[in-house]
């Protein structure tokens, strides 16, 4: 992480009024110096050196970032640019974001901090930034031509407004809209309560990220930014399974997620081994009387979703998206079904064309997860991913709730995988399964003296296309 002292250091006064437009050559002067991060690896939580305290989160292939108080304000500074995402190991795509990666860093202030962030401009087009869910003065909202000028390339603004209200938000452009959310120009916002809140409980662990989408094709590496449905990468903070980063707890830990959606659908989020209960929304913290315990919530478009749980199992423990579409990585949208179908012959005379060739569902997809199939390079496996019992046959929004009673308090690090207890595993059966019991044949009708039940076959036609949806 480049400069980052040097930005913790301290500051020049500023002097004057900072206004929304554009900042004044004074301020220009005491420019914060810009931290930037590129790895793609989940970083320690930040704790504050200055400012008012606050228990951090940990952003899942993310960091949090630096500041600097100045005469009581707290100082960031974005630099919208392009950046390049490695969205799992040997795929990376070129992508927009913010100081080095996509999604830009979180910034986590306290309620009540007044907060300015000055946001320099270095793409090829204008951008501004809208502060997602937030209450400020109508000209900060960052709507361009609507509460302000665009920020053209090369130059930078400065926005400045009080944290009013403690929660999850998230920042986003409101320029280029459908270009730049596309190139994945987004960050996620924590206001953290300033002293004990009655809604807002202490956790142990306190994990963000967002839900967005692309559509890149296979070899390929920029997103194709005119894409409304057809997507192909479902991602957890612009990285795919397996290369999203397991969530590691404490046995006991209270473990609070916040996940942001700013992709184009909706995605269930649905954890195994434990109930939660949505504890917050982008409106803030849900009351008491509006909670009860779930396993999956729907995050919409544009929603945040706040949720807690007790990690009182130990496991590695699936958490992921249940669109079961959403669980792959980069494919075709318009691949036939061949299950039950023998081509077999077909298949010699084309791999005597095309030696690499490969039938794809003859018996299913889970083959795919296990072949050393060939791909175009800079492109992910369809289904991926390697457990301790062999392929995982996931992708996109997957990762593991790993619950370790010996993880020790405030480490984050990947504990590996989960031993199993002496007969807590399903293992195969050596013996003779017993009979399954049957429903009355239907030829016997329904009770006594019934006429026999004439036998129906059902026909199933699907869908073609995406006209119907």
């Known amino acids: 992480m480049s400069n980052r002292r040097t930005f913790l250091a301290g500051a020049s006064a500023i002097t004057g009024a900072v206004a929304a437009a554009a900042v004044s050559r004074v301020a220009m002067a005491a420019l914060p110096e810009p931290v930037t991060q590129t790895t793609p690896d989940t970083m320690a939580p930040l704790r504050p050196s200055t400012g008012r305290p606050y228990d951090p989160v940990v952003t899942l292939n993310g960091w949090s970032l630096p500041w600097r108080m100045n005469d009581g304000v707290k100082e960031f500074h974005l630099v919208a640019e392009p950046v390049v995402r490695e969205m799992t190991p040997g795929f990376k795509a070129h992508l927009w974001g913010y100081n080095g990666q996509s999604p830009g860093p979180t910034i986590e202030v306290v309620e009540g901090d007044r907060v300015r962030i000055f946001v320099t401009n270095k793409l090829p087009e204008h951008t501004t930034v809208h502060w997602h869910g937030q209450r400020l003065p109508n000209g900060m909202d960052g709507v361009g031509g609507l509460t302000q000028r665009h920020i053209p390339p090369g130059k930078t603004f400065v926005y400045e407004f009080v944290a009013r209200r403690p929660g999850t938000f998230m920042y986003h452009p409101h320029a280029d809209e459908m270009v730049q959310m596309a190139m994945g120009m987004m960050g996620f916002w924590v206001t953290h309560p ?52 397991s969530m590691n707890v404490r046995r006991g830990d209270r473990v609070r997620i916040r996940i942001g959606n700013l992709s184009m659908t909706n995605h269930p989020m649905h954890l195994h081994g434990h109930e939660f209960t949505v504890t917050g929304t982008d409106g803030g913290p849900t009351p008491t009387s509006a909670r009860w315990p779930e396993v999956t919530t729907d995050v919409a478009v544009g929603q945040m979703r706040q949720i807690e749980f007790v990690a009182d199992a130990e496991g590695d423990w699936a958490f992921h998206c249940h669109k079961s579409h959403h669980t792959m990585n980069a494919m075709g949208h318009d691949v036939p079904t061949m299950i039950g179908v023998d081509h077999r012959g077909l298949v010699k005379k084309i791999t005597s064309v095309i030696p690499d060739y490969m039938v794809m569902g003859e018996r299913g997809m889970a083959d795919m997860a296990e072949m050393e199939m060939p791909i175009p390079d800079n492109t ?27 993880q020790p308090r405030g480490d984050h690090r990947d504990p590996g995988w989960y031993r199993h207890p002496a007969g807590s595993l399903a293992t195969e059966f050596g013996g003779t399964p017993p009979d399954a019991p049957r429903a009355p044949s239907a030829a016997r009708g329904v009770g006594p003296g019934a006429a026999p039940t004439p036998e129906v076959e059902v026909q199933i036609r699907k869908p073609a296309g995406h006209s119907g949806h």
Do not use: Q
């Open 194 to 245: 300033r002293e004990r809140h009655p809604l807002i409980a202490r956790v142990d662990r306190d994990f963000v990220f967002l839900l967005n989408a692309y559509d890149v094709e296979p070899g390929a590496s920029t997103p194709k930014v005119n894409t409304m449905l057809d997507f192909n990468l479902w991602t957890f903070n612009s990285r795919i399974f397996p290369g999203i980063a």
């Open 380 to 406: 992910a496996p369809m289904m991926a991913g390697a457990g301790p019992f062999g392929a995982m046959e996931m992708g996109g929004m997957f990762t593991v709730v790993k619950v370790r009673r010996d």
